[in-house]
């Protein structure tokens, strides 16, 4: 083939038409032309997230990967106050992360990577500590696993806690309702779902939450929401000087969801993933988490005994198809199929074809090196035997 098939979380296979607009015509970032741009990109990522009252939101573009943007919401909008991670994965870990960098009073739930929240113990810890921050990845991309928006956010609102959401791998295949969360502020990024390149993420967010982000004193330069929203709201551009192609891009990447459908996009990556599904599950492979608990983004598969993640990634490159391996503690024990970006029902076709081939390549060479497969050949005491018989049976 002439291209990689990008089976990951990110960066996916993008659009014909996202190739001609990161191309377009050079511009200043302090000229008109760049303020229409970003203005135009903010009312299609409104629409993207379905919000209804649309004049109570706002978000700001950051070049820089949804790391940049997770560290601009953790970095920006605790201050004083106290922040509790929610955390069940590597993404999770990375909140907490950055968290103790910039906030002093960091606490912390963590449950193993893959496994559920106990919502009831989530609770019970709002109610005996004085919260006012809590936040939480949607989809953790290490184990594939949705985590519950709704109700996280309801118990932090009724706890007068603000809520604050990684929807870096998420945003663009799963609903993210931020008014019946109560959400008030989410990152995500471009790469992933929205299917646009990598290099820009952005925070979307309550008016009233970024007007009380100035209370706060500013922890970063580059990172601080407060000048975003600052330079948004009375110029309609960026504080530092942006990769202007990449928004061009993201522009496009929301233009297709938009003309496509929302709904319909979404409806387009499950039924991807559950045609994955079917198909690996005829291949007798496993998957890591409950179905119920997965995202329609990507699949995590155990690897069958006999087979090292490593040569089934390797081969399965060599036919021009690229897959995640497992991190942390699923090192070694699973790979990761995504069903995002560009991608046909030939391409997910071909996939399984292909992955069929090189299982049965990698398990058959496994035998072979257990048992080696040899012609069978007869002992020396039954060669006389048997032509001595043959010889007596001639005319």
């Known amino acids: 083939m002439d291209k990689y098939l990008l089976f ?36 299609k990522l409104l629409s993207l997230f379905q919000i209804r009252r649309r004049g109570r939101y706002r978000a700001v573009v950051i070049t820089g990967s949804g790391t940049a943007a997770n560290e601009a919401m953790l970095s920006s909008v605790v201050g004083k106050g106290r922040i509790l991670i929610l ?12 968290s103790l960098i910039h906030n002093d009073r960091t606490h912390l739930i963590e449950v193993p990577w893959g496994e559920p929240f106990n919502l009831l113990e989530v609770e019970a810890y709002l109610m005996r500590h004085k919260i006012d921050v809590v936040a939480m990845v949607h989809h953790e991309t290490c184990s594939g696993m949705l985590n519950p928006l ?30 019946a969360c109560n959400i008030a502020f989410c990152s995500s990024s471009s790469s992933k779902a929205i299917g646009s390149y990598p290099g820009l993420s952005f925070v979307i967010g309550r008016k009233k939450q970024f007007r009380k982000l100035k209370a706060h004193k500013a922890n970063t330069t580059y990172l601080n929401l407060a000048t975003f929203y600052d330079f948004l709201k009375a110029r309609s551009q960026t504080p530092n000087t942006p990769a202007v192609p990449l928004f061009f891009a993201l522009e496009q ?98 996939f399984l074809q292909t ?10 060479e496994a035998a072979d090196l257990v048992v080696p497969i040899r012609p069978a050949e007869p002992s020396p005491a039954l060669i006389t035997p048997l032509c001595g018989a043959l010889a007596s049976t001639a005319p």
């Open 355 to 364: 992955l069929r081939e090189v299982l049965v390549t990698l398990q058959t």
């Open 253 to 350: 990447a929301l233009t297709n969801i938009l003309r496509e459908g929302v709904s319909k996009r979404f409806a387009t990556i499950r039924a991807r993933a559950e045609q994955l599904r079917w198909g690996m599950r005829k291949l007798n492979l496993e998957f890591l988490i409950d179905e119920q608990d997965m995202c329609s983004v990507l699949t995590t598969v155990i690897v069958p005994p006999s087979v090292k993640v490593g040569d089934l990634r390797d081969r399965l490159r060599e036919k021009s198809i690229i897959i995640y391996e497992g991190k942390g503690c699923f090192q070694g024990k699973v790979f990761q199929v995504g069903n995002i970006g560009e991608m046909s029902k030939f391409d997910i076709k071909f």
């Open 87 to 98: 955390s069940n994965g590597e993404f999770g870990e990375r909140l907490h992360k950055t």
């Open 150 to 179: 709704a109700q996280v956010g309801a118990m932090a609102k009724a706890q007068g806690a603000i809520f604050v959401v990684d929807g870096v791998s998420s945003v663009g295949a799963e609903m993210v309702d931020l008014e």
């Open 8 to 43: 990951t979380p990110g960066p996916v296979n993008v659009a014909e038409n996202l190739r001609v607009a990161i191309s377009k015509e050079d511009i200043c970032h302090r000229e008109a032309d760049f303020d229409a741009l970003l203005a135009s990109i903010e009312q």
